[in-house]
């Protein structure tokens, strides 16, 4: 191997016309596969009438989203629990809603409405439910990635064997703060999964114009911590991962980071395929989808006689109407009173609002 070859990802990950085929499920569950299928539709249709909202101008804030990529946020959710403490960057309702977090209030939180995660005050990059783990997201590029560290710490101090998880894409790997907490976490040996969501964009500037290599695995490894790079539009390749790792922080074997390389449809922030902030992306895209994560494990399960397409379909509508009545339901929902411009964001002495 040249020195060269160190800088890149391995099996051809980065190939698009590679990895079409149905997933590998051997070993599986069904049950659990269907559950993750079902994620995943959830997590692409609430992203979709973001899209179309965006369009019809019924939203306003920015929304970033990551269709194409479900299996990512579905397979690392898989071994974790309430308990544990999760943080997104600006592209995280996959990561809210593979947890548990309510449709509901996914899209009341980007119509602005009181009945949203963070109470009409967010938008959709400030996502926040305690009660299903996912602990916030935020728009500055890694900003997120030391509160997670710092959350593993306090996860290693309380004894619990909760982990801490923290997702950011491959532009984050430019900020100073990210390799400075790759190195106190496999220092302190805490509990912390590095999640990177590798689709070769940071905003409209390709990998090939920032890194001398597109695998970012290479920086974890450098601190001598556990690195997986694989395809991250394998629900099951991610879900084996995450469990490895998952189960190693819990038993003290401290950090793992996992570069999961997938490839958004939309462009960097819109609902907008062809663009990427007026950069193209050629005929990639085109190619990248057949490397449909949802596409792809419903052929598996084909493939093995377990589910149908046909079957497939009518999960799909079944989905599709449950979206349609959360929207309808975000729509008529109460905006916040004026008060809660401050009620909501300052504190009190002793705790509580006004």
């Given at each position: 191997?040249?020195?060269?070859?160190?800088?890149?990802?391995?099996?051809?990950?980065?190939?698009?016309?590679?990895?079409?085929?149905?997933?590998?499920?051997?070993?599986?569950d069904?049950?659990?596969?269907?559950?993750?299928?079902?994620?995943?539709?959830?997590?692409?249709?609430?992203?979709?009438?973001?899209?179309?909202?965006?369009?019809?101008?019924?939203?306003r804030?920015?929304?970033?989203?990551?269709?194409?990529?479900?299996a990512?946020?579905?397979?690392?959710?898989?071994?974790?629990?309430?308990?544990?403490?999760?943080?997104?960057?600006?592209?995280?309702?996959?990561?809210?809603?593979?947890?548990?977090?309510?449709v509901?209030?996914?899209?009341?939180?980007?119509?602005?409405?009181?009945?949203?995660?963070?109470?009409?005050?967010?938008?959709?990059?400030?996502?926040?439910?305690?009660?299903?783990?996912?602990?916030?997201?935020?728009?500055?590029?890694?900003?997120?990635?030391?509160?997670?560290?710092?959350?593993?710490?306090?996860?290693?101090?309380?004894?619990?064997?909760?982990?801490?998880?923290?997702?950011?894409?491959?532009?984050?790997?430019?900020?100073?703060?990210?390799?400075?907490?790759?190195?106190?976490?496999?220092?302190?040996?805490?509990?912390?999964?590095?999640?990177?969501?590798?689709?070769f964009?940071?905003?409209h500037?390709?990998?090939?114009?920032r890194?001398?290599?597109?695998?970012?695995?290479?920086?974890?490894?450098?601190?001598?911590?556990?690195?997986?790079?694989?395809?991250?539009?394998?629900?099951?390749?991610?879900?084996?991962?995450?469990?490895?790792?998952?189960?190693?922080?819990?038993?003290?074997?401290?950090?793992?980071?996992i570069?999961?390389?997938?490839?958004?449809?939309?462009?960097?922030?819109?609902?907008?395929?062809?663009?990427?902030?007026?950069?193209?992306?050629?005929?990639?895209?085109?190619?990248?989808?057949?490397?449909?994560?949802?596409?792809?494990?419903?052929?598996?399960?084909?493939?093995?006689?377990?589910?149908s397409?046909?079957?497939?379909?009518?999960?799909?509508?079944?989905?599709?109407?449950?979206?349609?009545?959360?929207?309808?339901?975000?729509?008529?929902?109460?905006?916040?009173?004026?008060?809660?411009?401050?009620?909501?964001?300052?504190?009190?002495?002793?705790?509580?609002?006004?």
């Amino acid at each position: 191997m040249t020195e060269h070859d160190a800088l890149m990802l391995p099996d051809h990950l980065d190939q698009p016309d590679a990895y079409r085929a149905p997933i590998a499920i051997d070993g599986a569950d069904l049950e659990v596969l269907i559950e993750q299928l079902r994620a995943m539709l959830v997590i692409r249709k609430a992203e979709e009438k973001i899209g179309d909202m965006v369009t019809a101008g019924k939203i306003r804030c920015p929304a970033h989203l990551g269709i194409g990529q479900e299996a990512i946020a579905v397979g690392v959710s898989s071994p974790l629990r309430a308990s544990d403490r999760v943080f997104g960057a600006h592209r995280s309702h996959s990561h809210f809603l593979a947890l548990g977090g309510s449709v509901d209030g996914l899209f009341a939180e980007v119509l602005g409405r009181v009945t949203g995660s963070s109470k009409g005050m967010g938008g959709s990059m400030h996502l926040f439910d305690q009660t299903v783990g996912f602990l916030g997201s935020v728009p500055i590029v890694g900003a997120s990635v030391p509160v997670a560290t710092g959350a593993g710490l306090a996860a290693k101090m309380d004894g619990r064997g909760d982990v801490a998880v923290s997702y950011f894409g491959d532009g984050a790997m430019e900020e100073g703060a990210l390799h400075e907490s790759l190195n106190l976490a496999m220092a302190l040996q805490l509990p912390v999964i590095f999640v990177c969501e590798n689709n070769f964009f940071a905003s409209h500037l390709h990998i090939s114009l920032r890194q001398p290599g597109n695998s970012l695995a290479r920086f974890a490894r450098a601190h001598g911590m556990p690195a997986y790079a694989l395809d991250g539009n394998d629900v099951r390749a991610m879900t084996l991962a995450a469990e490895e790792a998952v189960q190693r922080a819990r038993a003290g074997g401290g950090p793992s980071f996992i570069e999961a390389v997938t490839y958004r449809w939309r462009g960097h922030v819109g609902p907008r395929e062809d663009m990427d902030v007026g950069v193209r992306r050629g005929d990639d895209l085109v190619i990248w989808k057949q490397r449909d994560p949802v596409g792809r494990l419903v052929g598996a399960l084909a493939a093995r006689g377990w589910f149908s397409h046909d079957a497939a379909a009518a999960l799909d509508r079944e989905v599709q109407d449950e979206i349609d009545a959360a929207w309808q339901r975000a729509e008529v929902a109460p905006f916040p009173e004026t008060a809660a411009l401050l009620d909501l964001v300052y504190a009190l002495p002793g705790g509580g609002t006004r």
